[in-house]
């Protein structure tokens, strides 16, 4: 499992086909695609959006999170960093920070590479480019 990470329009996707030879062909979006369908897919991008999807119908997305990693272990994800700004007043919001900061975490521990990008730049924080 890989794991890519940084603020919003980065270049994380970007990194992904450069780093791991991946095709745009090979990317879902998380925003869109079915939930079963990242459990076999090769990257996974936009997976903060899931997280928010997930949390819709009442799922539990850590919980997703972890049978994504046993399942799964060989994909790409593309997550946006979110919980570095300000804190959300509405609870909703604040729980949404937490759910993906959490699975965040848990994706973290499980990859053999962690990149984080910023302007373009991969900066490896776990793995091989460290």
Same mark, same amino acid.
Do not use: W
């Given at each position: 499992? %890989?794991? =890519? ?10 990194? #992904?086909? %450069?780093?791991?030879?991946?095709? %745009? ?15 076999? #897919? %090769?990257?996974?991008?936009?997976? &903060? ?19 994504? !990693?046993?399942? /799964? ?6 997550? /946006?960093? =979110? ?19 959490? !699975?965040? !975490?848990?994706? #973290? ?8 990008? =910023?302007?373009? =730049?991969? &900066? ?7």
């Amino acid at each position: 499992m %890989k794991l =890519i990470t940084g603020g919003a329009y980065q270049g994380k996707a970007e990194t #992904a086909l %450069k780093l791991f030879g991946i095709r %745009k062909e090979d990317i879902i979006s998380g925003e869109d695609c079915e939930f079963e369908e990242v459990l076999t #897919a %090769k990257c996974i991008r936009d997976y &903060h959006r899931l997280v928010s999807r997930l949390m819709d119908t009442g799922a539990d997305p850590v919980e997703f999170t972890k049978r994504l !990693c046993r399942e /799964n272990s060989s994909c790409i994800l593309i997550m /946006n960093e =979110i919980g570095c700004g300000i804190v959300p007043m509405e609870r909703k919001e604040r729980v949404y920070r937490e759910n993906v900061g959490r !699975c965040g !975490c848990i994706i #973290a521990a499980e990859s053999d590479e962690v990149v984080r990008v =910023i302007c373009g =730049i991969a &900066h490896f924080l776990k793995g091989e480019g460290k």
